[in-house]
């Protein structure tokens, strides 16, 4: 034990460094809670659905319920089931086993509904593109609003394509 105490000494910490502490992430969720309520007049619900991921997505989605992201805290709000659901959030080049239930899912989903596919896989297939096991992009099998591309992407970006999303409703398809 002592032997492992020391090399742990003597290698020091190899973590990566905190970020900054920056009031501009609190400024920006200030500003993007004003505007979902002014857009929506409530919360926004989000049902999340893995068509086929590696789960790099999921984990920087799951990010976003940390407090450092605090979601929630702008009025957005996960849900189990599509029929409670504003809008869906796609990850992964959608499988073929899984094509089915994605359509069961938007088709479950009250409308107006809003899609945005998350990460490279879902924008454009990523690495795995189309075969006999993948459908590939998202668009592929449901009508998709807003593409956030990424391997994975980052949480920021992630919450910019929801309120994208949330904007091009409020205005309309261009």
Known sequence: MWRILKQIAGNGIRSEAPPENSDSLRVEGEHM????LAILGQALTIRQVDAGSCNGCELEINALNNPYYNIE???IKFVASPRHAD??????PVSRNMELALRRTYDATPGPKLVVAVGDCGCNGGIFGESYASCGRVANVIPVDIAVPGCPPPPLEILRGILTAVRRCRVGPE
């Open 73 to 75: 805290g702008l009025g």
């Open 33 to 36: 809670q004003r505007e979902l």
């Open 87 to 92: 809008m869906l959030l796609v990850t992964g």
